[in-house]
T-cell receptor, first 114, second 114 residues
Framework: GQQVMQIPQYQHVQEGEDFTTYCNSSTTLSNIQWYKQRPGGHPVFLIQLVKSGEVKKQKRLTFQFGEAKKNSSLHITATQTTDVGTYFCAGPKRSGGGADGLTFGKGTHLIIQP | DGGITQSPKYLFRKEGQNVTLSCEQNLNHDAMYWYRQDPGQGLRLIYYSQIVNDFQKGDIAEGYSVSREKKESFPLTVTSAQKNPTAFYLC?????????????FGPGTRLTVL
């Protein structure tokens, strides 16, 4: 079945340093979504990437979708304590399958040391 | 306010007992989902429903059951057949039709089996 791999599992950074998490799918994706889960909270949608090679920015966050639409990355510039949490990538379980649900990566836990 | 509610927030149950987790949404979404989250495992799909009176098994449906009698409601029953039910359960919803729709998550229910 479809697998979505995400690395690293944990990332410790000093406040102000940059952070990157990488996502790889075993299958080509119609789109990829990124979610953030704060400690003790629930996942919250951040962004969706659809086009091959697409790059989107949200303030200090930069999201990329690979040319083959099988990998993606999230880069945070100059981390702040508010960035703490787990970042998940997710792809549709079946491209063109309607709302069949998402396959999530295991997430990257971002830990920031002040 | 539009959103998804889950109750209860914490739930304790004895081995051998069935328990039902509530999920209600007022977003007028057609599709609803149940995910299970274990530490280090990301989110795994249990069941999903794209329309009232219809639902499909996800990746880990064994030991669980659902119903979708109303558009707003998608309760999950954890049966005594579920071998390791202690986990964080998340309900989500999205507009249906394509695999491009973001998912909105409820606050979750933490189930502990004693």
């Amino acid at each position: 079945g479809q697998q979505v791999m995400q690395i690293p599992q944990y990332q410790h950074v000093q406040e102000g340093e940059d952070f990157t998490t990488y996502c790889n799918s075993s299958t080509t994706l119609s789109n990829i979504q990124w979610y953030k889960q704060r400690p003790g909270g629930h996942p919250v949608f951040l962004i969706q990437l659809v086009k091959s090679g697409e790059v989107k920015k949200q303030k200090r966050l930069t999201f990329q979708f690979g040319e083959a639409k099988k990998n993606s990355s999230l880069h945070i510039t100059a981390t702040q304590t508010t960035d703490v949490g787990t970042y998940f990538c997710a792809g549709p379980k079946r491209s063109g399958g309607g709302a069949d649900g998402l396959t999530f990566g295991k997430g990257t836990h971002l830990i920031i040391q002040p | 306010d539009g959103g998804i509610t889950q109750s209860p927030k914490y739930l304790f149950r004895k081995e051998g007992q069935n328990v039902t987790l509530s999920c209600e949404q007022n977003l007028n979404h057609d599709a609803m989902y149940w995910y299970r989250q274990d530490p280090g495992q990301g989110l795994r799909l249990i069941y999903y429903s794209q329309i009232v009176n219809d639902f499909q098994k996800g990746d880990i449906a064994e030991g669980y059951s659902v119903s979708r009698e109303k558009k707003e409601s998608f309760p999950l029953t954890v049966t005594s057949a579920q071998k390791n039910p202690t986990a964080f359960y998340l309900c989500a919803s999205s507009t249906s039709g394509t695999d491009y729709n973001e998912q909105f998550f409820g606050p979750g229910t933490r189930l502990t089996v004693l």
